[in-house]
């Protein structure tokens, strides 16, 4: 059963927004009120755009900023107390117009936030709002981001699938926690491991902005650096994949390379519930299995890691491929409790 929690709405990031870009234009923010709105900033690339489209259109509204200013100070100097209520009607009215000059600009485009998620097992699609389509894989998670200017999907952890359509005017941006893969209309699989991230493109070509100095482990559990975080990085590469290679990033040493078909063909064959080995050593296929089971297989004899093992598997079907191990690489299972022990026969 797939998992989808919905973000907040636009108006409310919008609303939210507003009231700092406001609060900003009062008066100089304090310590405590900047490490909020750093906070909330940092909360989602939907808080940023909001806030610096807002920042804009406001500056648009200099005059009439200046002039609820002049009807504040034609007051007879109202006390401290009074203020606050002065300046919040002025920022009402001001609030209202600039919203209103922010949804004129974008009212044409729908915005998505929405989250989705795989339990182990799970293979999931989705069609979004543009007619891209997103596959996922066992124990993955994708936030979706879409706005006027960028269709943006945070793959947090996990393996997905995108056929992108082509919208020119509003890239499609995955961010991972090593860097970005951008596309206009193309189709591309991209799968994040402790090790850096695994891309392969099957259609189009794609643009990765790649973090290459990271040497720190993934962090499955934080969200995903941002374009602008990503671009203050000391070290940048900016590498083209096009259909039919691959690309690992996100660690010291990129590998750019041109697979087979076949090899092509072994990686992606989970979008159709299947996984396929060809002398995959059997450490390997193990943890590849593990993904799609809570159960812990360990390879309790260590000269049985290397083994090359092959063979078509359905995704899930622990206790099928088990049976093969058996016979086909004369291995024993034994089962015990949530462990299956495998050592030679």
Avoid: C
């Avoid at 981001?145 to 509003?170: C, M, T, W």
């Avoid at 991209?190 to 990271?214: C, P, Y």
């Avoid at 519930?273 to 059997?282: I, Q």
């Amino acid at each position: 059963m797939n998992q989808i929690r919905n973000f907040k709405s636009r108006e409310h990031i919008e609303q939210e927004a507003a009231a700092w870009v406001i609060k900003m234009d009062q008066k100089p923010l304090s310590a405590s009120e900047r490490d909020e709105l750093e906070s909330w900033l940092a909360q989602s690339q939907t808080h940023r755009r909001s806030f610096l489209a807002l920042a804009d259109v406001w500056q648009e509204l200099d005059g009439l900023t200046t002039e609820s200013e002049a009807v504040t100070r034609q007051a007879a100097r109202p006390s401290q107390k009074q203020m606050p209520i002065v300046w919040s009607a002025a920022a009402a009215v001001l609030l209202a117009i600039a919203l209103f000059t922010f949804h004129l600009r974008t009212a044409s485009v729908p915005d998505v936030h929405a989250e989705y998620q795989t339990a182990t097992g799970e293979i999931e699609q989705y069609l979004l709002p543009d007619d891209s389509r997103i596959k996922l894989n066992t124990r993955s998670n994708v936030v979706v981001d879409f706005s006027a200017h960028e269709r943006a999907i945070h793959l947090q952890e996990g393996e997905a699938n995108f056929e992108v359509a082509k919208d020119p005017k509003r890239p499609f941006v995955v961010y991972t926690n090593r860097g970005s893969i951008t596309a206009v209309g193309t189709a591309f699989n991209v799968r994040v491991q402790s090790s850096g991230i695994d891309l392969v493109v099957t259609e189009g070509k794609v643009k990765v902005d790649a973090a290459s100095s990271v040497l720190e482990p993934a962090r499955h559990d934080d969200k995903p650096r941002t374009q602008s975080e990503l671009t203050d990085r000391s070290a940048q590469q900016v590498v083209a994949v096009s259909a039919g290679e691959k690309l690992r990033f996100g660690t010291t040493t990129q590998h750019h390379t041109n697979p087979s078909q076949q090899e092509i063909d072994r990686q992606l064959s989970w979008q159709q519930g299947m996984l396929a080995f060809d002398s995959t050593p059997l450490v390997d296929a193990v943890r590849e299995i593990s993904r799609y089971t809570d159960i812990h297989i360990i390879i309790e004899d260590p000269t049985l890691a290397e083994l090359p093992v092959g063979g078509y598997f359905k995704a899930g079907e622990v206790d099928a491929m088990l049976e093969v191990l058996e016979l086909s690489f004369n291995l024993t299972a034994e089962h015990q409790g949530n462990r299956i022990l495998l050592s030679k026969k």
